[in-house]
C-alpha cells in the first residue's frame, strides 16, 4: 500500500462534505449558545500559557501566536472542522477506502465521538489547537515511510496537546492488520513494525528534548499537579 496521498479533488469533497454533516450536526449549537462549562468559560481567550508551558504543551502559545487571539466560537469551530477534514481524508487514504458507506462511517466515527464531544463541551476555546495536534498525530503515520520527518510530526502533537499521541499508535496497529490482510510475510510484516516502533520512539524522544529545552529557555518546570 502507496504511502502517496491517493485521493483525487472529488473524493477530497466528498469526504469533507460528510465530515460537515456529521461535524456541524453534532456540534452547530455550541457555536451560538453560551451553555459553556468548567474551562469553556474561558472563550474570552484568558488562557494561562505559561500553564500550558507546564503542562508540556509548549507549541500552544506558538500557534495562538499565528492563529491570533480568536475568541469567536464559530470561527474556532470551523478552523476545528477544517483540521478534522484534513485527518479524516489521511485516514481514508491510509485505509484504502473507497465507498460512500465506509467513508460515511468513518467520518462518523471521528467526529460524533466520545472524546469530540467533551471537547467542544468543555475545552471549546481550544478545539482547533486539539483537533490540529489530531491531524499532525494521522499525519505522522501517513508519513512514516519518510523517517525523519514522522517523529517531528509527532512532537508536535505531543507539544499541541499529548492525548492524540495515541492516535498514531492505533493506526499504526492498524495498518499492520491492513498489510497482513494483503498478503505480507512475516518478515515484512515485522520489518514494518519495527520501522513504526522506531517513528514512536524517536518522536517521544524528540519531544522529550525539545521539552527539556524550552524548560531551559523560559526558566519553568514540568506541572506537579493534577490536570
Known amino acids: 500500500m502507496s504511502q502517496v496521498f491517493r485521493l483525487d479533488r472529488r473524493a477530497v469533497g466528498k469526504i469533507s462534505l460528510l465530515t460537515a454533516v456529521f461535524y456541524f450536526s453534532a456540534y452547530f449549537y455550541r457555536f451560538f449558545t453560551l451553555g459553556y462549562a468548567h474551562d469553556s468559560l474561558l472563550i474570552d481567550q484568558s488562557i494561562d500559557m505559561t500553564w500550558q508551558i507546564q503542562l508540556g504543551r509548549f507549541l500552544q502559545p506558538v500557534y495562538l501566536l499565528f492563529r491570533g487571539d480568536i475568541a469567536v ?4 469551530g470551523l478552523l476545528a472542522y477544517l483540521y478534522l477534514a484534513a485527518a479524516i481524508c489521511l485516514v481514508v487514504d491510509l485505509l484504502s477506502l473507497s465507498s460512500t458507506l465506509s467513508i460515511s462511517l468513518v ?19 481550544m478545539a482547533d489547537s486539539y483537533t490540529l495536534a489530531l491531524l499532525l498525530s494521522v499525519l505522522c503515520v501517513f508519513v512514516a515511510v519518510r523517517l525523519w520527518l514522522a517523529p517531528v510530526l509527532l512532537c508536535g502533537s505531543a507539544a499541541l496537546y499529548q492525548s492524540y499521541v495515541p492516535v498514531a499508535t492505533v493506526f499504526f496497529l492498524i495498518l499492520l492488520v491492513h498489510h497482513a490482510l494483503d498478503g505480507f510475510s512475516f518478515r515484512a510484516l515485522l520489518l514494518r513494525g519495527v520501522r513504526y516502533l522506531g517513528v514512536l520512539i524517536a518522536g517521544l ?21 493534577y490536570n
Not at 107 to 125: E, I, K, Q, V
Open 205 to 225: 524522544v524528540f519531544y522529550s528534548l525539545c521539552l527539556r529545552v524550552v524548560y531551559a529557555l523560559t526558566g519553568q518546570t514540568a506541572a506537579d499537579s
Open 73 to 76: 466560537p464559530y470561527l474556532i
Open 107 to 125: 467520518c462518523m466515527a471521528l467526529c460524533a465521538n466520545t472524546t469530540l464531544t467533551r471537547l467542544h463541551g468543555t475545552f471549546h476555546m
